[in-house]
């Protein structure tokens, strides 16, 4: 809504903050360690990511008593894109939430992105970038008062129904048609 837009234009520079994750497209790490605290009891303060076919294909796993309980993945750039949605009409996908980047090498290498004269990403920029990403301080969403306000003054509260319906989803398996059966992944 308006009313909201207008509080968020009252956020200061020094009210910048972030999510964890080194860069700007890290919410896998976030929701990890939040995972791991609300459904095992694990505050895990480093993560490990671990390339799997490619660099632009990571899985992050999170182990108690020998079993591995919580199985990520960040998958970026499209060939990798094709591979997940290809596993899970399958059946075979074994992650519980996947972070999926169309850009090879996520957001901060997005083609909106500053290039050198021949076209390629620049490299140093792109360090430059990070390095200015991880420079802000990091705050965890249940923490800021801006989304505490948010789920006050807009959601009607954090267990409301306005949140059930705003922010929750359901999924089901729907019926393939000819339309969708035509999509070559």
């Given at each position: 809504s308006f009313c909201c837009f207008l509080r968020f234009a009252e956020i200061k520079e020094g009210d910048v903050v972030r999510h964890d994750g080194k860069r700007s497209?890290?919410?896998?790490?976030?929701?990890f360690k939040h995972a791991a605290k609300e459904l095992f009891g694990m505050d895990v303060k480093e993560i490990t990511y671990k390339a799997?076919?490619?660099?632009?294909?990571?899985?992050?796993?999170?182990?108690?008593?020998g079993e591995t309980v919580l199985r990520f993945a960040a998958a970026y750039g499209f060939r990798n894109i094709q591979n997940i949605v290809l596993k899970l009409k399958k059946g075979k996908f074994l992650y519980h939430?996947?972070?999926?980047?169309?850009?090879?090498?996520?957001?901060?290498?997005?083609?909106?992105?500053?290039q050198t004269e021949d076209g390629k990403p620049d490299k140093a920029l792109l360090n430059q970038m990070e390095e200015v990403y991880t420079a802000i301080p990091v705050r965890l969403?249940?923490?800021?008062?801006?989304?505490?306000?948010?789920?006050?003054?807009?959601l009607e509260g954090m267990d409301s129904k306005k949140?059930?319906?705003?922010?929750?989803t359901k999924y089901s398996a729907g019926n393939q048609t000819a339309s969708n059966l035509d999509i070559k992944w």
């Open positions: 497209d890290g919410y896998l790490e976030h929701i799997l076919k490619n660099k632009d294909f990571q899985e992050v796993t999170l182990e108690k008593d939430f996947v972070e999926v980047l169309a850009c090879p090498g996520g957001c901060l290498n997005g083609k909106g992105q500053a969403p249940e923490s800021n008062v801006h989304v505490q306000k948010m789920y006050q003054d807009w949140v059930q319906e705003t922010l929750h």
